[in-house]
Nanobody, 123 residues
Framework: QVQLVESGGGLVQAGGSLRLSCAASGRTFSSSAMGWFRQAPGKEREFVAAINWSGDTHYADSVKGRVTISRDNAKNTVYLQMSSLRPEDTAIYYC?????????????????WGQGTQVTVSA
């Protein structure tokens, strides 16, 4: 079993920055692919970014160039650094883990989820 706890969400003005953190426990974190997804009211959950066991990253086109995903295996933590935030980035952001080391963009291929953290970007 894996437990994921997100933190770092909040209210920020457009153009601002936030860093989300996801602390993992319960299994071998370093061998797991990790992802960030988001869900806005009335919309489906969508892929934001993912990082595989070796540190290779993948980003959604909507956030590419504004978001960086990273991981610290010594701390069992994955981060999502977001900058140049836009009102359309407003959503609940979820951290997710796969049981294997390769990333995927579909939320259905992730096995473990955090409770989510709210990010609100004001115009």
């Amino acid at each position: 079993q894996v437990q994921l706890v997100e933190s770092g969400g909040g209210l920020v003005q457009a153009g601002g920055s936030l860093r989300l953190s996801c602390a993992a426990s319960g299994r071998t974190f370093s061998s797991s692919a990790m992802g960030w997804f988001r869900q806005a009211p009335g919309k489906e959950r969508e892929f934001v970014a993912a990082i595989n066991w070796s540190g290779d990253t993948h980003y959604a086109d909507s956030v590419k160039g504004r978001v960086t995903i990273s991981r610290d295996n010594a701390k069992n933590t994955v981060y999502l650094q977001m900058s140049s935030l836009r009102p359309e980035d407003t959503a609940i952001y979820y951290c997710a883990a796969r049981a294997t080391g390769q990333t995927r963009v579909s939320w259905s291929e992730y096995n473990y989820w955090g409770q989510g953290t709210q990010v609100t970007v004001s115009a």
